[in-house]
């Protein structure tokens, strides 16, 4: 693949913020668009911060995504932040399902790399919300991309760099972040989950699914 063009879906969280840095530092990368609800504090010359509200359509950027070959889109929110359920599948299921069919639609070739969760129920039976939810974002993704789409389904996420308004969940599970190294289904970080995604992105084949394990041998290839 050539020098790529690539798109930050959900680009102020943990994840998508370290994807932003790792995109701009990779030389494979030639620019890296980012849709999103405010500007960001990054600033570089091959970025450029698309801030806007709706993310139900994207009728008015049919241009600029027709030009995107990667989406790496880590759009979405904890049950923490949101508990009614409307809400939270609104911003982890329908805003990833209107964001990948305006993609495919652009540029049938674009590939797309998903971060899902540990524990997301792709039979989508599951009691629990997220679950479910994240269940139903994955079939729902796999029925626009094909084999042009990787799920990750990364565990307990540490933020290497730390988000402004940290949760009191981050900072009771960073203390799990230093069994890392014995615990690599369970713990993993933003910056190898991020490097992960983007040499999956620009492997020949990419794999359907990339679980916890795996993040670190993707991070390094």
Known sequence: MPQTRVLVMGATGAVGSELVRQCICDERIESV??????????????????????????????????????????????????????????ITLDYVVAAAKALKSANPEARFCFVSGAGAD?????????????????????????????????????????????????????????????????VTDTVEVSKAMINVSFAEEMPKMVRNAELREWSEH
């Not at 980012?34 to 698309?50: C, D, G, N």
């Open 122 to 186: 792709a039979t989508e039976k599951s009691s629990t919300l997220w679950r479910r939810v994240k269940g139903q974002a994955e079939n729902r993704l796999r029925e626009i991309f094909g084999k042009q789409l990787c799920i990750f389904r990364p565990a307990y996420i540490h933020p290497i760099h730390p988000r402004e308004k940290a949760q009191w969940q981050d900072k009771i599970w960073s203390l799990f972040y230093s069994l890392k190294s014995v615990m690599p289904r369970f």
């Open 33 to 90: 668009v980012a849709i999103t609800r405010r500007l960001l504090k990054e600033s570089h010359q091959k970025l450029t911060v698309i801030v806007r509200e709706d993310f139900l359509s994207y009728a008015d950027l049919m241009e600029e995504l027709s030009e995107i070959d990667v989406c790496y889109c880590a759009l979405g929110v904890s049950q923490v932040q949101v508990s009614d359920p409307k809400q939270y599948t609104l």
